[in-house]
């Protein structure tokens, strides 16, 4: 699972939360609006005009809370930039896919939180609603395993996030602090990241604590990849199998790799 996806996955069910909460709240404040609902029903509104003005309500909730996480994901850019060491696009506002995206997201989150609260009023029979002042809407049941879902969901994540925390302490005292220049491999599979190995490699370096950068194609353990050689430059010559490892230049000298004879590659002989 990558890091992005990860988030996503987070985020995703925070916003799930979100919305089991809401349509919990709207459902139970409805019940002060019965007879309101009542009398609305009894001069001539319809189911669909009911569920219609509890959408409208979903929806303007939800606009006014996307233009405040848009105004908070512009301010805390930095902040995020420290925490997580990534640095958000500057042309994220800017891009023609991100408005639709967000225009979807909104209609989804209007109507996964305003859905029960609109369909719950628009049973509300009028003769019962203007006789009581307050009324108990909707099923109990559905809305105890609202309640029981939003603990769940909110136990998974401090769940995660304490399993997570562990994983990171318990890797910097066994395997970072164990040693005294410690290596690090970094899997980097471009389609994915979309990091290209120059500017990885370029990044890496920069940073005063790594003291060398290098690539190879995979790690031994994870692939083979064989070749066959001639004995001479003759292409006659016999052949002998040979195990080949696609690496970066400064391999050997980051590895620390002694010379038996020729030369290694460098950028000056690339060809």
Request: proline share 6%.
């Amino acid at each position: 699972l990558s890091f992005s996806a990860a988030l996503l996955v987070l985020g995703s069910l925070v916003l799930g939360i979100a919305c089991v909460n809401y349509a919990n709240l709207a459902t139970a404040r409805a019940a002060r609006r019965v007879r309101e609902i009542g009398v609305r029903k009894a001069i001539g509104a319809s189911p669909s005009q009911i569920v219609a003005q509890s959408l409208f309500d979903a929806a303007t909730l939800t606009v006014a809370a996307l233009i405040v996480a848009l105004v908070a994901f512009a301010l805390l850019q930095p902040l995020v930039k420290t925490l997580l060491g990534a640095e958000l696009d500057s042309n994220f506002f800017s891009s023609l896919g991100v408005w639709p995206a967000l225009g979807g997201l909104l209609i989804a989150v209007t109507l996964a939180a305003g859905a029960y609260p609109a369909f719950v009023l628009s049973r509300v029979r009028p003769v019962s609603a203007i006789a009581s002042a307050q009324a108990r809407l909707g099923s109990p049941l559905f809305s105890t395993l609202l309640v029981g879902s939003q603990f769940a969901v909110a136990s998974f994540l401090l769940i995660a996030v304490t399993v997570i925390s562990l994983q990171n302490a318990e890797m910097r005292r066994t395997a970072l602090s164990a040693l005294q220049d410690p290596l690090v491999v970094i899997e980097n599979p471009t389609g994915m990241t979309k990091v290209t190995p120059e500017t990885l490699r370029e990044r890496l370096s920069a940073l005063p604590q790594v003291r060398g950068v290098t690539e190879m194609r995979a790690t031994p353990w994870e692939m083979v990849m064989m070749t066959n050689v001639n004995e001479r430059p003759d292409p006659t010559s016999p052949q002998h199998t040979a195990n080949m490892r696609p690496v970066g230049f400064d391999f050997f000298s980051v590895f620390d790799i002694p010379l038996v004879a020729g030369r290694v590659f460098d950028r000056d002989h690339a060809e």
